[in-house]
């Protein structure tokens, strides 16, 4: 176990901090809680996991824990969430350049479609 990280009472960081998967049970993160259908419904972080990585700058990573027994089931989707959904979707497959939607979302390299990309540069 890395002491660096064990905090269970949250004296050092001020919120209980667990080492990398040394979690009690019933704390999840977000995404946890969204796999099994739920959502943290507004309680306040209960707890985090912190670990090294070499990945990021700092090299210490965090995760926030919610209790499962707090959290509440996902908002289903109504027809006009879907259809705002549908209408930026559609907006972000849209050329810039031509109006045109290619059927997929323009690279941000690139700045417009393939096709307008090959008729501004053509050597490329």
Excluded: E
Excluded at 61 to 84: H, Q
Aim: charged share 25%.
């Amino acid at each position: 176990m890395s002491a660096r990280f064990y905090d269970p009472d949250g004296t050092r960081f001020g919120t209980p901090t667990y080492p990398w998967r040394l979690a009690p049970p019933g704390l999840l993160t977000r995404r946890q809680l969204r796999a099994m259908g739920l959502r943290p419904g507004g309680q306040r972080v209960a707890a985090q996991v912190m670990w090294r990585s070499r990945r990021y700058g700092a090299g210490v990573r965090v995760a926030y824990l919610y209790r499962r027994d707090l959290a509440r089931p996902v908002r289903p989707m109504t027809p006009a969430k879907w259809r705002a959904l549908a209408r930026a979707n559609a907006a972000r497959r849209t050329c810039p350049d031509c109006g045109q939607d290619p059927g997929y979302i323009p690279a941000r390299a690139l700045g417009c479609c393939n096709t307008c990309a090959r008729a501004l540069h053509p050597a490329a």
